[in-house]
């Protein structure tokens, strides 16, 4: 570390950074690997592709038999739409659906920040899979990297002067925080070349080396914590004037969930209150709380690398001092937040004379057919025939907006013509579960998440309808490591793989998503999960307080007294 300011010095900085410097703007050498006839990128060419929203990865479930062929892995390309607030025209889904369809693995993803991911992409087929994307006007820059992901919003399309002042400011954050390049048309729309990235005009929020990090941002509506803001490194939570209209914003810092095993200085955090500032400031905040994670975060150790680190080692006044001097303004004191909901709009909603709204529960965000349960079918029919708003939830659903009445009852007949379960028929422990992909795409992943969840959501749903529970809100979350993609750490209970068949769970997260749980049982072998939930979801049933979540109750209780008495005293696991 540097003696002046404590940044980390460039002949300290890892591999990735001397990449990024050395990329011209993120080109590398993308476009020269892209026309030799290979199935896989080199080491190098990864990193880089990451900013353009491409990840290379291989099928984990065929690599024994590859071994054993004395084959190479089967590589493959996993490609992130970046989709601002999850808005979709209904030409754009369509397109991401041929894609998957044409020369994907044949399902959709819809994640955890109101993207699509398709996998299974080849090589040869990339380019064209991303001039497609291009074509139904969506981007797939920013899609990763170290820098600003998707931004995201409450997706509910409700008639609020609020929401429509934050959907206004959406597209002008989405501009302020992206990096100015032209790699990205250079490389994927075949846009002229620039002789070299000293032709563009500098990228003065990126410079060369981009951020020591990712960089997540989500804007909330005061009350509804749907977008998880707490998970972000900024969040912005708009707040009601006196006379309804927004009377501007809660600055929350430093927020995120990765952390990794058997290493002390990772940990999961979630955003602090820095200050609060007009409607008319949001861009120049959001832009200086970046430039200072850029100027000060560590890019010698990636593992301890986002925010929420710098603000941690260096506490938020200082943090706070250096944001006001980059603003040349001091923001005002924060106000004190209150949530009501961070429910994810699932069902039928009036959208206050603007028609109806559908939020459509997806299992896990995977949209697929599987032969019994024909989900990608109906979801196309439903646009091809409705062509209704599209919008991408923060929990993995997805939203038709701006129906009519007599829409519900097509959308009802397609859902059942495919054997799909509507939403209001689904159990509730089910809808407030999510699961991150892991098996067989991620190359992180050490135990299975999306492939897992179904059984033991279902054997969960049971239990809490025995335990007298089954109207009661639960959340479940599930990851296949530490890493914290279905925001796990947030949940009223975690589960997050530590090897093949074993997951630690976690306790004592709050509905409205403001705190983290805490570790209940290490090491549990997916089967004894239900068992060791029964004890404290019982007691919880008898002994709840009126209107007290699970998560809040365990609170209460204390995780590790819990722990104490379920899993030591009674030998559970
Ligand atoms: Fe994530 C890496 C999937 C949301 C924390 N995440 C990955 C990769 C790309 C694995 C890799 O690096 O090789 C996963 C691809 C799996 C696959 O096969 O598709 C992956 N992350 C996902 C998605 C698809 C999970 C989902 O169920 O939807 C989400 C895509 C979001 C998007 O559209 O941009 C996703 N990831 C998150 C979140 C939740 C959030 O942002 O609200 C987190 C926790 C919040 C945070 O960032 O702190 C998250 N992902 C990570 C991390 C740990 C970061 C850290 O600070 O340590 C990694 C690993 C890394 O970056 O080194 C990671
Ligand atoms: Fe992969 Fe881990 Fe993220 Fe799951 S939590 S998608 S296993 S990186």
Redesign the pocket.
């Given at each position: 570390m540097c003696n002046a300011c404590g940044c980390s010095p460039p002949d300290q900085w890892s591999r990735t950074e001397q990449l990024k410097g050395a990329s011209r703007r993120l080109r590398g050498a993308i476009t020269e690997e892209l026309q030799q006839p290979t199935r896989l990128f080199s080491e190098d060419a990864i990193q880089i592709l990451?900013f353009h929203g491409v990840?290379q990865?291989d099928d984990r479930d065929r690599r024994k038999e590859a071994r054993a062929l004395g084959l190479d892995k089967h590589h493959m390309m996993?490609i992130?739409t970046?989709?601002p607030g999850g808005v979709v025209s209904p030409s754009s889904y369509i397109a991401h659906d041929d894609i998957a369809g044409d020369i994907g693995n044949g399902t959709l993803?819809?994640?955890?920040?109101?993207?699509?991911?398709l996998?299974g992409v080849l090589k040869a087929d990339l380019k064209e899979a991303i001039q497609r994307i291009n074509d139904g006007l969506l981007t797939t820059l920013g899609?990763?990297g170290d820098q600003e992901?998707?931004i995201?919003c409450c997706p509910a399309p409700l008639q609020d002067p609020v929401r429509d002042e934050v959907q206004e400011l959406l597209p002008r954050l989405v501009a302020g925080l992206t990096p100015t390049t032209r790699a990205y048309v250079e490389i994927w729309l075949d846009g002229e070349l620039a002789a070299s990235s000293q032709d563009e005009p500098a990228d003065e929020l990126y410079g060369e080396h981009y951020l020591p990090?990712?960089f997540?941002t989500?804007l909330a509506i005061e009350g509804d914590n749907c977008?998880?803001v707490y998970?972000?490194?900024l969040g912005l939570v708009a707040r009601r004037g006196e006379h309804g209209g927004l009377a501007g914003f809660d600055v929350l810092v430093g927020?995120?969930?990765?952390?990794?095993a058997n290493k002390p200085n990772?940990w999961?955090a979630v955003a602090t209150q820095l200050g609060f500032i007009a409607p008319e400031d949001a861009v120049d905040v959001a832009r200086a709380v970046m430039t200072v994670q850029r100027d000060y975060g560590n890019r010698a150790d990636?593992?301890h690398?986002?925010m929420?680190y710098l603000i941690a080692d260096r506490g938020i006044d200082w943090f706070r001092d250096e944001v006001e001097a980059r603003l040349g303004a001091q923001m005002q004191p924060p106000r004190t937040l209150r949530w009501s909901s961070a429910a994810d709009h699932l069902g039928w909603h009036d959208q206050d004379g603007a028609g109806c709204f559908y939020g459509l529960f997806i299992e896990?965000?995977r949209i697929r057919d599987d032969g019994t349960e024909n989900l990608r079918t109906a979801v196309r029919q439903i646009v091809e025939e409705l062509s209704p708003r599209i919008v991408l939830t923060?929990q993995?659903n997805l939203i038709f907006a701006g129906l009519r009445a007599e829409h519900q009852d097509v959308i009802l007949e397609t859902l059942l013509r495919h054997g799909v379960t509507p939403t209001e028929a689904v159990p509730g422990t089910i809808l407030n579960s999510?699961?991150?992909?892991?098996w067989p795409?991620?190359?992180?992943?050490v135990a299975e998440?999306?492939r897992a969840m179904p059984a033991l959501i279902r054997e969960l749903t049971v239990l809490q309808e025995s335990a007298g529970l089954a109207t009661q809100t639960i959340s479940f979350r599930m990851?296949g490591c530490p890493?914290?993609?279905?925001?796990p750490y947030l949940g009223d209970v975690g589960f997050v793989g530590t090897t093949l068949g074993k997951y630690d769970v976690f306790l004592g997260g709050d509905t409205e998503g403001t705190r983290l749980n805490q570790l209940y049982a290490h090491n549990v072998p997916l089967a004894q999960v239900p068992e060791l939930l029964r004890g404290p979801l019982e007691e919880y049933a008898r002994t709840r307080t009126p209107g007290e979540g699970f998560g809040d109750w365990c609170a209460r209780h204390g995780v590790e007294g819990l722990s104490e008495h379920y899993i030591k005293a009674e030998g559970i696991a």
């Open positions: 990451k990840y990865q996993m992130r970046r989709v993803r819809l994640t955890t920040r109101q993207d699509f991911q996998h899609g990763c992901r998707n995201m990090r990712k997540k989500a977008v998880d998970a972000n490194d927020g995120g969930l990765g952390r990794t990772t999961p990636r593992r690398a986002r929420k896990n965000g923060p993995q999510m699961a991150c992909p892991a795409t991620c190359g992180l992943a998440s999306e990851t890493n914290g993609c279905a925001r």
